[in-house]
């Protein structure tokens, strides 16, 4: 199985005084790395680190990156008119830029066997991939 990090964990993993904290370390001990993911959730995940921990957080997450504890395995140039897909579909959701990656990620052959690790627990559960199979998805309220 493949694991695909979403923003939220990221964020949770790297900032202690996240409401996710916990949720995500017990999560990143249960799966083992390495988390995949693409460059627009780390780019997002930068912003929203800086925003709350400074630049120290986002460090943290290139660290994650250079310990390949966190892959990026998704070339936007390969998938953009799926994106943009997406993103015309999923409109009234909204879907964002990254949450469309994800989603374009979940339905490549590697991914078939996927789990989504995600603090969004509402609108992964509307996204379809290949417009009609269901994400699946891990977040702080399916916790098992």
Not at 13 to 35: G, S, T
Not at 73 to 95: A, C, G, K, W
Not at 102 to 128: G, N, P, S, W
């Amino acid at each position: 199985m493949r694991i695909i990090a979403d923003t939220g964990i990221l964020v949770a993993l790297l900032d202690k005084r996240d409401q996710h904290h916990q949720w995500a370390n017990v999560i990143a001990k249960r799966y083992k790395a390495p988390f995949y993911t693409c460059e627009a959730v780390i780019a997002e995940a930068a912003h929203l680190l800086y925003g709350k921990v400074g630049a120290q957080g986002v460090t943290r997450l290139v660290d994650f990156l250079e310990s390949e504890l966190v892959k990026i395995d998704f070339r936007v140039e390969n998938h953009t008119s799926r994106i943009i897909t997406l993103l015309q579909r999923y409109e009234n959701v909204p879907m964002d830029y990254a949450d469309a990656c994800i989603v374009v990620m979940a339905e490549q052959e590697k991914y078939r066997d996927h789990t989504i690790l995600t603090v969004d627990d509402t609108d992964f559960r509307v996204y379809r991939r290949n417009g009609r199979e269901a994400l699946t998805i891990e977040t702080p309220q399916t916790r098992k």
